[in-house]
């Protein structure tokens, strides 16, 4: 008779001290903030050791593999989401960029990542070593490229930067790319047999202008003078993953303006993503097309994380939202440039999310099914997992011969 006694008790008093806190003000919320900030780094280092078998169906389809550099374009099997399809430069030849300098961009030398880009043919490019490219004008890529960082430690930085305009089937993999800068008017070669004049670039860090078939995998993005990751003028079947992106005001745009209904068949997944330190907004901001927001981390930002305009479908599932200290910063959303009498009517909805720190998610629209099938792109994990499917977020130390 003691056992079930002292279960008794112990349930007892389980129960009382649950009560307790649950009825209890928070004498300090600072601390909750602290202490939630602790849990999540510290399930990041011990998560971060973890290469394969985390449930991040991405990592999970190459990363156990030892023999990764000799299997490289195994990759472009493993995109989820919109831009499943993106294959890249698989069954293309092996390009290794040997060359970090010497940028000229009408006429590019081989073994320049600039002369990679530019070829026709299907290319998965690789580095042969650790390396800074500064670009003098943006890279132009040309249709079904891969640029591949696996295995070096490879930067895009101090110029600008990616452009992929009217061209399909590009995979951006293990990429650092930061301090992008705007481009001069200037001559640049966007294919062997062509080169032009260029107005002067935004500065973003990936622009996707017209583009189909794309994905942006494991990069690191950072302080560029316009957007991290934009993609604007028609593009669509785009997946953004497993990114690690920080220090930024105007962090994504997706949709060109609220004029531009060619917006309206966009579709976009954005998924496994860790939204880190120094973020201001648009973590997306959308217009007219369809956006599927999943099982990302949200711990730092400084208006709001998730906004739009021009009735674009937004569903977002799975996802931790972090909200800042600050009072009036709480809210997720942002609908922007219209009344309430307008935006009530689109379709946003958050199912599933995780909201911290009085974080909260302002849903709009009656929620039909069909619209939002047209942005539902994979099956969203539990909240609670996405501390381990974000925590090797941003790009990758791999090495030649063990599990990435």
Request: glycine letters at 10%; charged letters at 15%; hydrophobic letters at 35%.
């Amino acid at each position: 008779m003691a056992i079930p006694s002292l279960l008794s008790l112990i349930f007892f008093f389980l129960f009382l001290t649950s009560t307790l806190t649950s009825s209890s003000p928070v004498e300090d919320p600072e601390l909750v903030v602290q202490e939630v900030h602790r849990s999540i780094n510290e399930s990041r280092r011990n998560l971060g050791y973890l290469s394969c078998g985390t449930g991040n169906p991405i990592d999970d389809c190459w990363r156990c593999d030892p023999n990764w550099a000799s299997n490289r374009q195994r990759l472009a099997d493993c995109a989820i989401g919109f831009g499943k399809n993106a294959i890249g430069g698989r069954n293309g030849k092996i390009y290794v960029v040997t060359d970090s300098g010497n940028d000229d961009p009408v006429t590019p030398k081989p073994g320049t990542l600039r002369y990679g880009v530019i070829q026709s043919e299907p290319l998965w490019i690789i580095f042969a070593r650790d390396m800074v490219i500064q670009l003098k004008e943006e890279l132009i890529m040309n249709s079904f490229k891969t640029i591949d960082g696996r295995g070096a430690s490879v930067h895009i930085a101090g110029g600008p930067c990616i452009t992929i305009q009217y061209v399909s089937n590009i995979i951006i993999h293990g990429i650092n790319i930061h301090d992008c800068k705007q481009g001069g008017n200037a001559m640049v070669r966007d294919s062997p047999g062509h080169y032009g004049w260029r107005t002067i670039s935004d500065g973003d860090g990936v622009s996707i202008f017209g583009g189909s078939h794309i994905w942006v995998d494991h990069c690191s993005l950072s302080n560029c003078v316009d957007g991290l990751i934009d993609a604007i003028m028609g593009s669509t079947a785009i997946t953004i993953s497993n990114n690690y992106l920080t220090h930024h005001d105007k962090v994504m745009l997706l949709g060109h303006s609220d004029s531009y209904t060619k917006d309206t068949g966009m579709q976009v997944t954005i998924a496994f993503n860790h939204f880190g330190e120094g973020l201001v907004q648009r973590m997306p901001r959308c217009r007219h097309g369809y956006f599927h927001v999943v099982n990302n981390d949200y711990t730092h930002w400084e208006m709001y994380a998730i906004g739009g305009s021009a009735a674009p479908t937004i569903n977002s599932q799975g996802n931790r939202f972090l909200a800042p200290d600050t009072r009036f910063s709480k809210e997720v959303t942002k609908h922007e440039s219209a009344p309430q009498s307008e935006w009530k009517n689109w379709n946003w909805r958050s199912e599933g999310d995780l909201m911290l720190n009085g974080a909260f998610f302002t849903p709009s629209g009656a929620g039909a099914s069909s619209s939002y099938a047209k942005a539902s792109s994979l099956g969203a994990r539990p909240s609670s997992l996405v501390g381990s499917l974000t925590a090797n977020s941003g790009s990758l130390n791999c090495k030649k011969g063990s599990r990435c």
